[in-house]
């Protein structure tokens, strides 16, 4: 029996869904590799809750990161894990559609498509991630009328200018949700001499993270270990502590916004202006920064429930397109060769 599939592959999680099930199945983009033994031990939520917790002969890998494979073999493995899971089956046929990241090369879309041929599924449909957000964010991408679409993720944003189920331009910057977990390590740093990892930096960043100043007083503690006398050690942060870096991080995806906008055709963005910008991924989920966002550029800003979902969701309804018209479907099929 063939299994239809969508696949969103990110730099923390990896997305499936299983055409004609609701369910999405979701887990971190991490494999273990046991250096040692030379192989591969755990992959998804299994390898995440080792992160830190095991010996050096364990290594954490993420052989997905930024939407590119960066290690083929840790890639096949996991996604060959996560595919059995999801559908309960060996041996895979069927047809999948394929998140791809504005942005990247031909040889990188096509290590991709190849990940999941040689995962068993032959036929490969492929979709842009900001042309993927709008149709799960409920957009009619096929009228003539331009949308606009930012994806902030955790390893790179994408940014998609589109009309007639077209793109007009495709963008993709390096700023990033990771970045922010990056910013809140440094601060537990210097200000605490306190040595955090990235999953706590994570959680504080998604619970204090504001892009507007906070009506309330909210607190998250940080546990890890002293850098001078190397014993465990906690302190409570505030989001008034992270407010800066936040504000800063809302201010630079406003001016990628208005970069974008700036190079678009002045009909298309008569439309965006009444249509409004649809922001998803897991990064747009930041405290009032839809908010901060219409306030700076003064375009109405829209952004769904499970915003992070936009994309599996899209991808999912992209091919019930496909099914009805297929000359009207937003995917295209992938090459099995390289150009």
């Known amino acids: 029996m063939n299994v239809d599939i969508a696949l969103d592959f990110g730099s923390n999680s990896t997305r499936i869904m299983v055409f004609g099930k609701d369910e999405i199945f979701e887990e971190p983009s991490a494999a273990a590799y046991d250096v040692t033994g030379g192989e591969l031990i755990a992959f998804g939520k ?6 830190g917790r095991t010996s050096d002969r364990i290594k954490i890998i993420y052989p997905i990161e930024k939407g590119v494979v960066t290690d083929f073999d840790a890639a096949l493995a996991m996604t060959k894990y996560f ?9 895979l046929s069927g047809r999948a559609v394929l998140n791809i990241p504005e942005g990247i090369s031909d040889l990188e879309i096509y290590n991709l498509v190849s990940l999941v041929n040689f995962a068993g599924i032959k036929k490969v449909y492929l979709i842009n991630t900001c042309k993927a957000a709008l149709i799960g964010a409920g957009c009619d991408i096929l009228a003539p009328r331009g949308r606009f679409c930012i994806d902030i993720g955790a390893g790179s944003t994408k940014l998609g200018v589109m009309s007639l189920g077209s793109d007009s331009s495709v963008r993709r910057a390096e700023l990033c949700g990771g970045a922010l977990d990056d910013l809140v390590i440094k601060y537990a740093k210097t200000k605490y001499n306190l040595l955090i990892g990235r999953h706590t930096a994570r959680l504080a960043k998604e619970k204090l993270c504001s892009a507007r100043e906070p009506s309330d007083l909210l607190f998250y503690k940080l546990k890890g270990r002293n850098i001078k006398t190397g014993l465990p050690f906690a302190v409570e942060i505030s989001n ?3 407010l800066s870096m936040s504000e800063n991080f809302a201010a630079e995806i406003s001016l990628l916004i208005q970069g974008a906008l700036n190079g678009a055709r002045p009909e298309i963005v008569s439309d965006i202006y009444t249509n409004g910008i649809v922001i998803t991924g897991g990064a747009s989920d930041m405290t009032d920064l839809d908010r901060y966002i219409e306030t700076r550029l003064d375009i109405k800003t829209v952004h769904p429930e499970n915003s992070r979902l936009c994309v599996i969701k899209g991808c999912e309804r992209a091919f019930a397109m496909l099914k009805n018209d297929e000359k009207l479907s937003p995917l295209r099929l992938a090459s099995t060769k390289m150009s």
Do not use: Y
């Open 240 to 242: 008034f502590e992270l």
């Open 46 to 51: 299994e390898a995440f809750d080792m992160i």
């Open 83 to 91: 595919l059995r899971k999801v559908t309960s089956k060996k041996m």
